[in-house]
C-alpha cells in the first residue's frame, strides 16, 4: 500500500460545486501539506498543518479550506468550485522540516 | 519572502551528454535544500538534500548538488546523463524558521537518443 493515499485521482466537477480532496498517510507523520500543480507554475502550497491543532495558510488559500481530521487524515476543500481550480492536487506529509517529503500519486481535478 | 528560483522550464540534453539544472534561492537565514524529481504521472521523489556539512551531496542515482551559500545556489549536475533521466526537477527549500516547503517552478528535463 502506499504511504500517501489521495482520492479521489481524478475528478470532473462543474463551477459552483462543493468538492473534498481526501488524503492519508501511513507514516505516522506530524507534518501534512496540501499543494496544486500548475505548468510552469511548479508546485505551490495551499495549506500545511504541524499537527491536529496547527493548521496554516500557504501561498495561495484563498477558495481552499482544508480539515485535519486525525494525524493521518488532511482533507482539502474547495467550497465552491471555480474553472481556475482546474490542475493537479498533491498531498504530501513529512516527519521534520529538514526531512524528505512523501507525496500522494495526486488528484487531477477539472472544472467545467 | 522566500522563494526559489529555476531559470530553466526547459534543458534538451543528449544522452551521455553532462548537463547542470540552476537553482537559486532568496533568504538570509538559515535554509533546508532540496531536489525532487517528478516522473511522467507520478508524484514527487526526493532527490537529494542539503541540511549542513560538507557542501557537495550527491543521490544514488548519480546527481549531486552543491551549495554555494555567497550565491544563493543549490545547482545539479549529472556528467552523463540517460535517456531514463527524462523528468521534471524541482529545486525546494525549508526555511528553517518557518518550516514551510517551498519549491521552485520546475525543470523539465529531455534527454534525447
Known amino acids: 500500500d502506499a504511504d500517501v493515499t489521495q482520492t479521489p485521482r481524478n475528478r470532473i466537477t462543474k463551477t459552483g460545486k462543493r468538492i473534498m480532496l481526501e488524503c492519508s498517510q501511513t507514516k505516522g507523520h506530524d507534518r501534512m501539506y496540501w499543494y496544486r500543480q500548475d505548468p510552469g507554475l511548479g508546485l505551490r502550497l495551499i495549506y500545511y498543518?504541524?499537527?491536529?491543532?496547527?493548521?496554516n495558510k500557504g501561498e495561495i488559500s484563498d477558495g481552499y479550506s482544508v480539515s485535519r481530521q486525525a494525524q493521518a487524515k488532511f482533507s482539502l476543500s474547495l467550497e465552491s468550485a471555480i474553472p481556475n481550480q482546474t490542475a493537479l492536487y498533491f498531498c504530501?506529509?513529512?516527519?521534520?522540516?529538514?526531512?524528505?517529503?512523501?507525496f500522494g500519486q495526486g488528484t487531477r481535478l477539472t472544472v467545467v | 519572502a522566500q522563494s526559489v528560483t529555476q531559470l530553466d522550464s526547459q534543458v534538451p540534453v543528449f544522452e551521455e551528454a553532462p548537463v547542470e539544472l540552476r537553482c537559486n534561492y532568496s533568504?538570509?537565514?538559515?535554509?533546508?535544500l532540496f531536489w525532487y524529481v517528478q516522473y511522467p504521472n507520478q508524484g514527487l521523489q526526493l532527490l537529494l538534500k542539503y541540511l549542513s556539512g560538507s557542501t557537495l551531496v550527491e543521490s544514488i542515482n548519480g546527481f549531486e548538488a552543491e551549495f554555494n551559500k555567497s550565491q544563493t545556489s543549490f545547482h545539479l549536475r549529472k556528467p552523463s546523463v540517460h535517456i531514463s533521466d527524462t523528468a521534471e526537477y524541482f529545486c525546494?527549500?525549508?526555511?528553517?524558521?518557518?518550516?514551510?516547503?517551498?519549491f521552485g517552478t520546475g525543470t523539465l528535463l529531455a534527454v534525447q537518443p
Open positions: 533568504s538570509s537565514v538559515s535554509v533546508y
Open positions: 525546494a527549500v525549508t526555511l528553517r524558521a518557518t518550516n514551510k516547503l517551498i
Open positions: 498543518s504541524f499537527d491536529v491543532k496547527d493548521i
Open positions: 504530501a506529509t513529512s516527519a521534520t522540516g529538514y526531512t524528505e517529503a512523501f
